[in-house]
């Protein structure tokens, strides 16, 4: 199966896409988790389509942070420090914004993400580390979600109006289309804004005005809850930014006496959508009066799936790395081939987990993966609502074990909780189900878990997972999701054959959410159907998972994204 060949050739980068973090690889720890890789994955996949893009982010000197447990799961964080002369190239010059009436010198170190057909995507990564700035403007870009909401709005500034004028700085300068991933980039906009009333020498936005910059802008929105969407007291705003122009039009960010990015970036977008298509009817509600699409997030095939699945693929489904469609045909790849590959993957996670925790697993022990930010409304302890029930499945039905992985936010001391509570359940259920911690979560760790466990559990609160990638991931290695219906999930779904639902009614619909019921369908479903399927009818699930790589693997990838961006907001 072959679809031709869409590639975008140009000298020329029409599209700037602007990304808070973007996951590059793990020796660069200039990201936090799914937004960050998802954007690493959408240039990656845009090199390979020949899409004419740049990106623009921060630097982020002291990374995103190592993590520590202690003996009773608390997370401790210290710098995750990297050498940038490493990976990146220095550019000689320089560009200026305005931080509360001084001027921040910027520079700017560039990454060229390469794709298969050799096409090039410069990245961007802006740095405000400079002898010629005062000690706190040097530290602007040193921390990813940092600091405070002042440390916040000067990061932004630096993304936003920074970002657009290094761009023009390195010759970039016929941008047809402005991609802002999430708001944090939404100052982009209102300088986009700002330069057109200067030249028209306009006080005030007209229709006219606002449209030259609404014409020219994308916006993805990444959350589903009003908190978590950026806001600053307009005090504030006016303290940091100065004189705008733009600001004399309030009607284009203003909530609740507050600037909120998020509302700069939709009034100043012809195209806004959400990540997964429940997320964007959620959005939808969110911003009413807004028609938020959908462009359903997915990952970069290539970098998601392990060396085996690629061995395995390069033989049975040739042009697969140029073509994620092509994994539309892996029914046809042999059971036996489809084992040995996921063999192979399995050995090389559980050899990690024991070098790294000591944790005594065993590779022919039915292994649950969990791997995700943690907080709350992810639910990570849903699992152990019922210990007692977990050990009885454990005693007569079939043993398992689960490795868990993922970093709290700093500041967020619920998500810490979190880490103890899966700690305290850790010790037990000692001497009937192991269950270990592998510290510092990041892409290297991503792609073993999500490619060597034999099932991938995601336990969301609904509506609060817009999307989530990592079930793709998994997909990719033909490893089955246990999820509750939301976010991708709503989409990938097909019990018995992508996987399973969690906590759905008898109509095969997602349900308000409630733990104890949840907890007790994803106990019956481990119980009654997967661990008996494993353990018993290997033919079956070995089926599973060609389903999830034909199935889900060859549509959930941003080959397929990416193509949706360039149909409908690019290029429209």
Known sequence: MHRPEVTFMSSDRRIAYFSMEIGLETAIPT????????????????????????AITLVHRKGYFFQRLDESGWQREEPALWVLEDFLEELPGRVQVDI???????????????????????????????????????????????????????????????GLRMLRAVG????????????????????????????????????????????????????????????????????????KRALANPRLFESDGALNMTYLALNLSRFVNGVAKRHAEVATQMFSGRRVEAVTNGVHAVTWTSPSFQELFDKHLPGWRADSLSLRAAESIPRSDVLTAHRRTKEYLIHHVNRETNAGFDVDIFTIGFARRVA????????????????????TVGAFQIVFAGKAHPHDQPGKELLQQIYQAKNALRDHVRITYLENYDMEVGKLLTSGADLWLNTPR?????????????????VPSLSIL?????????????????????????????????????????????????????????????HCISINGSFFNT??????????????
């Not at 990564?125 to 405070?148: A, F, I, K, M, Q």
């Not at 989409?491 to 996987?499: A, H, M, Q, S």
């Not at 349900?511 to 994803?522: E, F, G, H, N, V």
Request: aromatic share 10%.
């Open 31 to 54: 990201y936090s988790g799914g937004l960050g890789v998802l954007a690493g994955d959408t240039v990656r996949s845009a090199a390979d389509l020949g899409v004419p893009m740049a």
């Open 100 to 162: 509360e009436g001084r001027v921040v010198q910027i520079r700017a170190w560039k990454k060229d993400i390469v794709g298969v057909t050799g096409h090039v995507v410069p990245i961007y990564l802006l740095d405000t580390d400079l002898p010629e700035n005062s000690d706190w403007d040097r530290t602007v870009t040193h921390y990813l979600y940092g600091g405070d909401a002042h440390y916040r709005i000067c990061q932004e500034v630096v993304l936003g109006i920074g």
């Open 172 to 243: 970039h300068d016929s941008i047809e289309r402005f991609h802002m991933n999430e708001g944090h980039a939404a100052f982009l906009a209102l300088e986009l804004l700002d330069e057109r009333l200067k030249a028209e020498n306009h006080v005030e936005a007209s229709a006219a005005d606002i449209e030259s910059v609404h014409k020219r802008c994308v916006f993805t929105t990444h959350t589903p809850v009003p908190a978590g969407h950026d806001k600053f007291p307009m005090d504030m705003v006016r303290h940091v930014l100065g004189d």
């Open 376 to 395: 709350t409304y992810k639910r990570h302890t849903l699992l152990f609502q019922d210990i007692e029930w977990l050990r009885q499945i454990a005693k």
């Open 462 to 478: 609904p509506p609060l997972e817009a999307s989530g990638t990592s079930g793709m991931k998994a997909a990719l290695n033909g």
């Open 486 to 546: 939301d976010g991708w999930w709503v989409e990938g779904w097909i019990e018995n054959i992508t996987g399973w639902a969690i906590g759905e009614d008898e109509h095969g619909m997602a349900q308000a959410p409630d733990d104890t019921r949840d907890a007790t369908s994803l106990y019956r479903k481990l119980e009654n159907v997967i661990l008996p399927m494993y353990y018993h009818d290997r033919n079956a699930y070995i089926d599973i998972m060609r």
């Open 559 to 572: 080959q397929r994204m990416m193509h949706e961006y360039v149909l409908k907001a690019y290029f429209r």
